[in-house]
């Protein structure tokens, strides 16, 4: 097998657990924002912005760590580091936040409720401990078992959702029984809590790569492990900073608390659409990043890199037209009194491709070994995200958001690129992946044109933005058929 094709392979498996099974998670926005109201779904969306702050830290880049060091030392002892380095961390974390959850609500402005911190606590806490044992399975080059369980997972999540929020009240409302498990009075706690119970399945099914290995530690070892991954920590952070702090921000930012609550709302569950896009970009890392590192030490490593990127810019940018061109349909997913905030999806898209490039792209520092300034370009992201966002939601609201993310990655894209051919210099086509936006944005204009005479759901429309699609599908063939074949 080609290994480009293998790469593909692999980034298709674990795309059942990411791409297929979080596509699934659109029900879950199908159902969230016609049973929730716009303040409720914005409660939740800014409560998994927070969780995903914390998750970074309690992983601490040790996944990361884990791939570059089991590739030198006994894969073995380097798992073990890592388990009892991020097993130590979340335990601190969960006696620390249950033993003040009550004072961190009430900080937060959500002291009448605060179980939503325990809830949090607890998912945080099995969600780190999976991620080394999921990180030996991606090593292990076992994609399958990886995709079973990740997808356990979303389809516990999924149906138990379904039961507690569309079964349980019909039945009741129909036929005037109480399903077992279902407390109407819960409202959006019983996300919180059927996320907790799945994850802790979760951990469960992990127990063969948990107990599997045994316990064993290094300090000398952690220590230089540790020293690698700090940078990443940051990294992951100001990762974190772009991708979700404006929908934590809109509450502090806006004086009217219940309107920023509403925003927030809206403007995730229009969020939900764009991350299609980062659901691809989310399966094939999981293939990449192994991947890259267990080519690093090939003749012809950077000439590979360099023409795997054009592969992806042409999917991102399908998976772009996919959306856009029948966006009428996708809009479907969330409810009517969402769909107000519609407009800021082809700005999302954009921005989750310059990250995905930029996730290519960032290669070089992590195996040149200069995290730290894979550090300082987030970091200088970060930056940009904070001072636009103070700057752009007062005046736009959650459109200063969408726009701010835009900026930011576009920002990384470049910078990275510039620093990574300083340091690491790669092969990238660049005129190919000019050629590919051009030609994206050229067939997106020209759907955009037709809707002067035509209605977006008629089937002359449909036809003619199939064709469009298709000759953009025709088009990345054509240039990366040889590309496939290596």
């Known amino acids: ?65 884990f791939f570059r060091f089991a590739e030198k030392e006994n894969s073995k002892q380097v798992f073990a580091n890592s388990l009892v380095s991020v097993l130590g961390a979340s335990s601190i974390f969960a006696v620390l936040f249950l033993a003040f959850g009550h004072q961190i609500a009430n900080g937060i402005g959500y002291g009448y409720h605060p179980e939503y911190i325990y809830f949090s606590v607890g998912i945080l806490f099995f969600d780190s401990l999976s991620a080394i044992p999921f990180a030996l399975l991606r090593f292990q080059n076992r994609p399958i078992r990886f995709a079973l369980i990740k997808n356990i997972n979303i389809f516990t999540n999924i149906l138990l959702n379904l039961y507690v929020l569309v079964l349980a009240p019909y039945w009741f409302k129909t036929y005037g ?22 994850s802790f399945i979760t951990t469960l099914l992990l127990t063969q790569e948990l107990m599997g290995i045994g316990i064993g530690f290094k300090y000398q070892q952690w220590k230089m492990m540790l020293n690698y991954a700090v940078p990443m920590i940051w990294v992951g952070l100001a990762g974190m900073i772009n991708e979700t702090l404006d929908r934590a921000l809109l509450r502090y930012v806006l004086p009217n608390s219940e309107e920023a609550k509403a925003m927030n709302g809206i403007y995730s569950a229009n969020y939900k659409i764009s991350i299609i896009i980062t659901l691809f970009i989310q399966a094939y890392k999981f293939a990449a990043e192994p991947f890259f590192f ?12 360099g023409k795997v990127m054009n592969y992806f810019v042409w999917i991102c940018l399908f998976v772009f037209l996919m959306v856009m061109l029948f966006l009428h349909y996708f809009k479907l997913f969330i409810g009517e009194n969402f769909r107000e905030g519609l407009n800021v999806v082809p ?99 020209v759907s955009l044109f037709s809707e002067n005479w035509f209605e977006p759901n008629t089937v002359i429309s449909n036809i003619m933005r199939l064709v469009l699609l298709g000759v953009f599908i025709f088009l990345g063939y054509y240039f990366e058929r040889k590309t496939i074949k290596i």
């Open 347 to 445: 700005i999302l898209l954009f921005a989750n491709i310059f990250l995905g490039i930029y996730y290519n792209i960032s290669i070089w520092y992590k195996l040149s070994d200069q995290t730290k300034k894979g550090a300082a370009i987030s970091g200088m992201g970060a930056v940009i995200t904070i001072v636009l966002n103070l700057i752009l939601i007062p005046k736009y609201g959650y459109v200063g958001c969408a726009w701010t993310t835009f900026v930011c990655y576009l920002f990384m894209m470049v910078v990275g690129y510039v620093w990574g051919q300083k340091y690491y210099p790669i092969p990238y086509n660049l005129s190919r992946a000019f050629a590919y936006f051009s030609v994206a944005i050229g067939i997106y204009g």
């Open 294 to 305: 267990a080519h690093s030490k090939t003749t012809e490593k950077r000439d590979l890199y």
């Open 177 to 198: 029984i109480m399903l077992p498990f279902y407390y109407p009075e819960l409202g959006i706690s019983n996300v919180f809590i059927i996320n907790l119970l799945a």
């Open 1 to 65: 097998m080609s290994t480009v094709k293998k790469l593909a392979g692999q980034t298709a498996i674990y795309g059942l657990s990411t791409i297929a099974g979080r596509f699934l998670n659109f029900l879950l926005a199908f159902v969230y924002t016609r049973v929730f109201t716009q303040v409720e779904y914005g409660v939740n969306s800014e409560f998994y912005a927070y969780m995903s702050f914390f998750n970074i830290m309690l992983t601490h880049g040790m996944e990361t760590a």
